[in-house]
């Protein structure tokens, strides 16, 4: 994406960032960007995978609508104990 990166990203995503509060099953966001490469997203944690899988559904399409494409999305499991080793949220 071409941005907006930094302080700017924070003040226009605001809106954003909280209405991700409201989804059903979200635990966590971690946000990321890299204003060189152009990329912008985020780790997710979310209670269930039926969860996860429903709001990148609704945020995929989102997004699209905001002009954005590229969108690479995976799912994973948390390792629950590694990431309390490494103080992560789990």
Do not use: C, Q
Not at 21 to 49: C, M, Q, R, S
Not at 57 to 79: D, P, Q, V, W, Y
């Amino acid at each position: 994406m071409d941005g907006p990166f930094g302080e700017e990203m924070a003040e226009g995503f605001a809106r954003l960032a909280e209405s991700i509060n409201e989804e059903k099953g979200f635990l966590w966001k971690v946000w990321t960007e890299n204003p060189d490469t152009k990329e912008a997203g985020g780790i997710y944690a979310f209670e269930t995978k039926e969860a996860a899988e429903k709001y990148l559904e609704k945020h995929s399409a989102r997004l699209g609508e905001f002009g954005i494409t590229g969108i690479r999305s995976k799912l994973f499991r948390m390792n629950e104990a590694l990431t309390k080793i490494n103080h992560g949220n789990a």
